[in-house]
């Protein structure tokens, strides 16, 4: 590349020289052409005639290497890029391999995703309801029960009247039987307080 650019600079200056003569002989040209003098005149014009072809292989050859040049950069470019993409694959396998190549990475992933399945297996056994042995009876059963409960809890409640500071109980009519209303008497009334009050 450092001999091409000299080249093409000593090719610039070889063209603005051989530009100046040129030029000399057109002004010579036109002197002798004034002067009468058309031998002379013609001879410049012959001169300028061959000045101008140096210049137009000058000008080819500077064409040719300033190609050429722009070829080399292009090269250079090429190789460095080239040298570019080899040390990011160099750089790519190593990685691969440290990783274990491909096929080991799918393995630990497909490690990765059995275990979250897994985790998520128990999970949902973990938060199953779990049956009670000797528990296995349906909802009527169980419905049947706790009627029976309150029941009772309002058997309790109706057997007894609160008379003050003590409870009398009052015994209920058999199921199945029409209860009859009972009313005390004043007296009956006061004779339940006198009993209760000596039962004190």
């Known amino acids: 590349m450092a001999k091409v650019n000299d080249t ?23 002197k002798f052409s004034a002067a009468g003098k058309k031998r002379e005149a013609l001879q410049c014009i012959k001169k300028k005639k061959m000045y101008e072809k140096q210049i137009e292989s000058l ?13 080399m950069e ?38 990765v995703e059995d275990g979250m399945q897994d985790a998520q297996e128990i999970q949902d056994a973990m938060g199953r309801e779990i049956g ?21 809890d309002l058997a309790k409640e109706l057997g007894t009247v609160d008379l003050g500071a003590q409870d009398v109980p009052i015994s209920l009519p058999n ?16 004779l339940a307080e006198l009993e209760a009050s000596m039962a004190m």
């Open 8 to 30: 093409l600079e000593t090719l610039e200056k070889r063209e603005e020289f051989v530009q100046r003569k040129m030029d000399d002989e057109i002004t010579k040209a036109k």
């Open 59 to 71: 000008v080819n050859t500077k064409m040719t290497l300033e190609n050429q040049k722009m070829t």
């Open 74 to 111: 292009v090269m250079n470019i090429n190789r460095e890029t080239l040298a570019a993409q080899q040390a990011a694959a160099k750089a790519m396998q190593d990685q691969t391999k440290a990783m274990g190549g491909v096929e080991k990475v799918e393995d630990i992933m497909d490690q």
């Open 132 to 152: 009670m042995p000797g528990l296995d009876a349906d909802d009527d059963e169980l419905l049947a029960e706790l009627e029976g409960l309150e029941a009772e």
């Open 175 to 190: 199921p199945g039987t029409k209860p009859v209303a009972k009313v005390m008497t004043e007296e009956e009334r006061e």
